[in-house]
């Protein structure tokens, strides 16, 4: 997926959704359901949520949300603090979480997998350079 948009100073979610691979579809929430890919203890793609837009690509889960408002200029890095404390926490077999600097646009990257479960997660946030958009991108695929 290309991320080189992702964080402009407008909210890009449908040019997002248009760098979807071929194959791509509106997932539904039974589709959700039945692929079994939203179990909350190691999912980023929770089945309770009702924002964002889920897409069905193969046997991956992609949920993409855009939101306005203020966030604090260390958002990406408080995140990634707390995600990395919960990693230790819950120890994954892999866990990568890192903040990338794409076109001059801060972005958190975060991915982990675990030994007592067939599910990875990918999740990345990106924040536009006036700290007030911020888009996510939540992908949940078997290993």
Do not use: C
């Not at 100073?9 to 579809?25: A, F």
């Not at 939101?67 to 890095?77: A, I, M, N």
């Not at 919960?86 to 990568?96: C, D, L, N, V």
């Amino acid at each position: 997926m290309n991320l080189n948009g992702v964080a402009q100073e407008q909210i890009p979610i449908k040019s997002v959704i248009s760098s979807l691979p071929k194959g791509s579809e509106k997932a539904s929430e039974s589709n959700m359901k039945n692929m079994g890919l939203t179990d909350p203890r190691y999912s980023v793609i929770r089945s309770d949520s009702k924002v964002g837009e889920l897409y069905k690509i193969g046997n991956t889960l992609v949920k993409i949300n855009a939101v306005s408002g203020k966030v604090g200029e260390t958002h990406l890095e408080d995140t990634k603090n707390s995600s990395d404390g919960t990693s230790i926490r819950s120890r994954p077999a892999f866990y990568k979480s890192e903040i990338k600097y794409i076109n001059d646009y801060k972005i958190w990257i975060m991915q982990a997998e675990y030994d007592r479960t067939d599910i990875g997660s990918i999740l990345t946030l990106a924040v536009n350079k006036t700290n007030n958009k911020v888009v996510s991108v939540a992908i949940s695929y078997y290993k």
